[in-house]
């Protein structure tokens, strides 16, 4: 069966409509505002950003639908079949940092990508995921985040989630700090091995259950009580997440290198981060709590 694009691309833009609907609720405060974007070189966007709110710092949840007639050495490094060929990539990426430290950054996305040539058939892929970053360790939430992803990946098969929740634990790894960025979730790329219309709905299955999992667990610890110790804690981790987003994010290299909308690439990013010169925390802490007994990879869901 030949991929339906449009129904993909539709689907793509309903998603970015919902969760923007149920973040805003969920903040209480501000809602996102929009920005439309083209791209020269083929394509555009809708990014939509979520600027100090009353629980969201900073979110931003973006459409991409890029196309080309040649692709980046990014992308036909490690598939030189796809030289000579168009493609069309779309998307629905999103990241969100909240105010309170006890609240995770989480991040998802959920994409199609398609290369085509006269006379030949398509190479086409599904691609997506999400995973949480706490700055304070709770088990509970962890255990419900990867509970959610579990139930969206069963009906397709016993060996979905345990595959890409390794991949997610391999892939958002911080090489040079030797440490996970966050506590995981899911990842998967080149995902075709369905076919057509069952990848397309585990992909569907993966997008729709990413509020699922963030809703509650930011509901439960919007309202916990936090000081300036926390924030300062929150803010030294961020810098991790914007060490692993400059440095191995795929996303961001392949946005950067087909010429992609900068603002948008960038929205990641956090509005607010420090470093500090070789700082440990306290031995015993719940600062060092967060590396000793939840960013090493382990079972949540048994």
Known sequence: MQPDKQAVKAYLMDLQDRICQELAEEDGGAGFVEDSWQR????GGRTRVLDNGVVI??????????FGGELPASATAHRPELAGRSFEA??????????NPYVPTSHANVRFFIAEKEGEDPVWWFGGGYDLTPYYGNR??????????????????DDIYPRFKKWCDEYFYLKHRDEARGVGGLFFDDFNELGFEQSFAFMRAVGDSYTKAYRPIMAARKEVAFGER?????LYRRGRYVEFNLVFDRGTLFGLQTGGRTE??????PPMV????????????PEAELTEAFLPHQDWVK
């Not at 710092?57 to 890029?66: I, P, Q, R």
Request: net charge negative; hydrophobic share 35%; glycine share 10%.
């Open 57 to 66: 710092e900073k979110g931003g949840v973006n459409f991409s639908h890029v």
């Open 274 to 285: 420090r470093w500090e010169y070789n700082w440990n925390p306290e031995p015993g802490s």
């Open 264 to 269: 948008s690439i960038l929205m990641s990013l």
């Open 40 to 43: 020269e070189a083929g394509g």
């Open 140 to 157: 509970e939430d962890c255990v419900f985040w990867h509970q959610t992803a579990k139930q969206a990946c069963d009906p397709f098969g």
């Open 90 to 99: 779309m998307g629905v990426s999103l990241v969100i940092h909240p105010k």
């Open 230 to 234: 926390e924030r300062d804690f929150q």
